[in-house]
Antibody, heavy 120, light 108 residues
Framework: QVQLVQSGAEVKKPGASVKVSCKAS????????INWVRQATGQGLEWMGW????????ASAQKFQGRLTMTRNTSISTVYMELSSLRSEDTAVYYC?????????????WGQGTLVTVSS | SYELTQPPSVSVSPGQTARITCSGD??????AYWYQQKPGQAPVLMMS???ERPSGIPERFSGSSSGTTVTLTISGVQAEDEADYYC???????????FGGGTKLTVL
């Protein structure tokens, strides 16, 4: 069965970076994009960006451009999301989600979420 | 910047029909998707490409599209349907994705 398993919770200081991993299993890794979505406590879903693991192409929402880096390691079917220059407003649960390539869908399967807390 | 607009809340009694709308200028050009999210859980895809129900989603969930508005309809609402619902689509070029603000469905 399709599974996306994310790394554990993180606590970071303002100005630092955080790197969250998303390990895929149950399907052919390079045939689906991975999207990243975040959700602050009590708030809605916010799309951050996507990566195509086969081509290594990425796209980020404008507000994250320059701060968001998405990479992958195809040998272990894992995508990474790194967000830099963290501020308190970045405190949120971060989700990865799988979507067929060349579609506007964000996710037919989702990871369990990773809580990132930014606090001094 | 482009936005998808949803009502903040919808309330219905069990067995009634709930309709949740999502409006956006690019919706005539781009598909919409619907997600259900319950507290403490990841979102679940409930409707794809405006009207396609993914495998395993109950038949009481349906989707429709008309112009700049898409609608998620839940017929015969059950208590277990109480959740937040989000529409999702993309900008007119299809590069950037976005979510609506979410609608809290309350089953009275």
């Amino acid at each position: 069965q399709v599974q996306l398993v994310q790394s554990g919770a993180e606590v970071k200081k303002p100005g630092a970076s955080v790197k969250v991993s998303c390990k895929a299993s149950g399907y052919t890794f390079i045939t689906y994009d991975i999207n990243w979505v975040r959700q602050a406590t009590g708030q809605g879903l916010e799309w951050m960006g996507w990566m195509n693991p086969k081509s290594n192409n990425t796209a980020s929402a404008q507000k994250f451009q320059g701060r968001l880096t998405m990479t992958r390691n195809t040998s272990i079917s894992t995508v990474y999301m790194e967000l830099s220059s963290l501020r308190s407003e970045d405190t949120a649960v971060y989700y990865c989600a799988r979507a067929p390539s060349m579609t506007t869908l964000t996710g037919d399967y989702w990871g369990q979420g990773t809580l990132v807390t930014v606090s001094s | 910047s482009y936005e998808l607009t949803q009502p903040p809340s919808v309330s219905v009694s069990p067995g009634q029909t709930a309709r949740i709308t999502c409006s956006g200028d690019a919706l005539p050009k781009q598909f919409a998707y619907w997600y259900q999210q319950k507290p403490g859980q990841a979102p679940v895809l409930m409707m794809s490409k405006d009207t396609e129900r993914p495998s395993g989603i109950p038949e009481r969930f349906s989707g429709s599209s008309s112009g700049t508005t898409v609608t998620l309809t839940i017929s015969g609402v059950q208590a277990e349907d109480e959740a937040d619902y989000y529409c999702q689509s993309a900008d007119s070029i299809g590069t950037y994705k976005l979510f609506g603000g979410g609608t809290k469905l309350t089953v009275l």
